[in-house]
């Protein structure tokens, strides 16, 4: 039920996604069983094709998370989390409110032992081709060496496990590509990072050069990584209404990757936008499915063994 354009945008989506998967999959639908069973009967979709579960609440945009979701007990995201938490469901993903779904995620499913804060990532098109990843994206705006130094071992694995990089390169975006450069969190992590073996650490990399397949995870800040993402957003908007739009520049279309994983948590959950047309919700549920068919969170809990015994 949540999102600019839910629930028909959503439930579109829905009947995207379902048309994808294979017969064994299951989509869970969660929110108004009337209005779900009605618009699928006006689009001649069988409401049988998929699990339908009434919520009487909703959460909406502009609420507090924690105070919505202890006030709601009955909305789509509260009984989402419900079903995660007791198996009933593999992986859970909303365009609704993203404070909400981060703090059921963390208060829920919870964060895995060892990881000190759960973390949001996004796509980056390369010029080459491939894609990498940026983390944080506005999850963290605050955070101190440790914690920047396992959003790079987090973005590791998911570059690794999701992406299929055997050996993803982990780049610090900083103002300046010598070490020494940055502020007081980059000249405290670098340090640390140059040194490690958890992860291949290729160095400090300038927002120039992230486009260039110098990296495959850009670690940063969620202040600094959500200004950057913003930043791609409002240039594909103005190269899109130019009609500017060629085969790379199509690839930062948000619609293709359906939203943001969130890596540390216990379960597969995928926070959409906002604005999520039907084929971002399709993407969305079939990253999510995706997430959970890695085995995501296990291969995290084992990384971070050494740090928890």
């Known amino acids: 039920m949540g999102g600019d354009f839910a629930p028909e945008a959503t439930i579109d989506g829905a009947i995207l996604a379902r048309e994808a998967l294979i017969h064994q999959d299951q989509v869970t639908l969660i929110g108004d069983e009337e209005i779900i069973r009605d618009f699928l009967k006006k689009k001649s979709q069988d409401p049988n094709s998929f699990e339908i579960i009434n919520a009487t609440q909703v959460i909406e945009m502009g609420e507090k998370p924690l105070k919505a979701l202890t006030g709601k007990p009955d909305s789509s995201i509260s009984i989402g989390f419900k079903l995660l938490k007791s198996n009933e469901i593999n992986s859970f993903c909303s365009a609704g409110n993203s404070g909400a779904i981060m703090v059921g995620s963390m208060y829920s499913v919870g964060s895995i032992e060892g990881v000190i804060r759960p973390t949001t990532i996004a796509n980056i098109p390369q010029e080459?081709?491939?894609?990498?990843?940026?983390?944080?994206?506005?999850?963290?705006?605050?955070?101190?060496?440790?914690?920047?130094?396992?959003?790079?071992?987090?973005?590791?694995?998911?570059?690794?496990?999701?992406?299929?990089?055997?050996?993803?390169?982990?780049?610090?975006?900083?103002?300046?590509?010598?070490?020494?450069?940055?502020?007081?969190?980059?000249?405290?992590?670098?340090?640390?990072?140059?040194?490690?073996?958890?992860?291949?650490?290729?160095?400090?990399?300038?927002?120039?050069?992230?486009?260039?397949?110098?990296?495959?995870?850009?670690?940063?800040?969620?202040?600094?990584?959500?200004?950057?993402?913003?930043?791609?957003?409002?240039?594909?908007?103005?190269?899109?209404?130019?009609?500017?739009?060629?085969?790379?520049?199509?690839?930062?279309?948000?619609?293709?990757?359906?939203?943001?994983?969130?890596?540390?948590?216990?379960?597969?959950?995928?926070?959409g936008h906002g604005i999520s047309s039907p084929i971002a919700i399709k993407n969305m549920i079939l990253l999510s499915k995706e997430i959970y068919e890695a085995k995501l969170s296990g291969k995290i809990k084992r990384a971070l063994l050494k740090y928890t015994r």
């Open 128 to 271: 080459k081709g491939d894609d990498s990843i940026i983390l944080d994206i506005g999850t963290n705006p605050d955070i101190k060496p440790d914690v920047l130094y396992q959003f790079a071992l987090l973005g590791s694995i998911y570059a690794q496990h999701v992406l299929k990089i055997k050996e993803p390169r982990v780049g610090l975006l900083n103002i300046g590509a010598e070490e020494g450069k940055g502020n007081l969190l980059c000249q405290s992590t670098f340090p640390m990072m140059k040194d490690t073996n958890d992860f291949n650490f290729y160095g400090n990399i300038e927002s120039r050069d992230i486009y260039k397949s110098k990296v495959d995870v850009v670690v940063c800040d969620g202040f600094t990584g959500n200004i950057v993402l913003k930043q791609i957003e409002a240039m594909y908007r103005i190269l899109q209404k130019r009609n500017l739009l060629d085969d790379y520049f199509k690839r930062f279309n948000y619609e293709i990757y359906g939203g943001s994983p969130v890596l540390g948590v216990n379960s597969a959950v995928v926070i």
